[in-house]
């Protein structure tokens, strides 16, 4: 994975909205893309309904990864919120984080988070920060 995620500007606009319709719980997703570039957001459900840990069930993820590949676009990334706190990936994402090829947005919904959205490769317990890449091409 390179440092940098690129993500079309409207698939960040997306996850914050989902982050503060569900500012009692972690809120969660799946994005995908072409060419490296996200281009479609797919929220989901948090299974847990918890503030403090998201999970999507295995029947939304098989769901989910039907939808993309009908649709013709790869796995990209996976999103989720903090809705109190630091948007960094706490030791649970860590430990969770199951697709190392695939980006982890995390998201703040607080109106006053420097930078609620953030992104990071997670591999084998090693985290990286990435660049997000603001793109409007159209794939």
């Given at each position: 994975m390179t440092d940098e995620i690129r993500v079309r500007a409207e698939?960040?606009?997306?996850?914050?909205?989902?982050?503060?319709r569900e500012p009692e719980i972690e809120c969660c997703g799946m994005l995908a893309g072409r060419g490296g570039v996200i281009?479609?957001?797919?929220?989901?459900?948090?299974?847990?309904?918890?503030?403090?840990?998201?999970?999507?069930?295995?029947?939304?993820?098989?769901?989910?990864?039907?939808?993309?590949?009908?649709?013709?676009?790869?796995?990209?990334a996976l999103y989720?919120?903090?809705p109190q706190g630091e948007n960094a990936p706490s030791a649970r994402d860590i430990a969770q984080a199951?697709?190392?090829?695939?980006?982890?947005?995390?998201?703040?919904?607080?109106?006053?988070?420097?930078?609620p959205v953030r992104a990071f490769s997670i591999r084998h317990?090693?985290?990286?920060?990435?660049?997000?890449?603001?793109?409007a091409v159209n794939l």
């Amino acid at each position: 994975m390179t440092d940098e995620i690129r993500v079309r500007a409207e698939i960040l606009e997306e996850m914050i909205d989902h982050a503060r319709r569900e500012p009692e719980i972690e809120c969660c997703g799946m994005l995908a893309g072409r060419g490296g570039v996200i281009t479609k957001s797919f929220p989901a459900n948090n299974a847990l309904a918890s503030r403090v840990a998201y999970e999507i069930s295995p029947q939304e993820l098989f769901w989910l990864f039907r939808r993309m590949r009908e649709e013709g676009l790869e796995h990209l990334a996976l999103y989720h919120s903090h809705p109190q706190g630091e948007n960094a990936p706490s030791a649970r994402d860590i430990a969770q984080a199951y697709y190392p090829d695939q980006a982890y947005f995390i998201i703040s919904p607080q109106p006053v988070a420097p930078r609620p959205v953030r992104a990071f490769s997670i591999r084998h317990g090693d985290v990286q920060e990435l660049k997000i890449g603001i793109t409007a091409v159209n794939l």
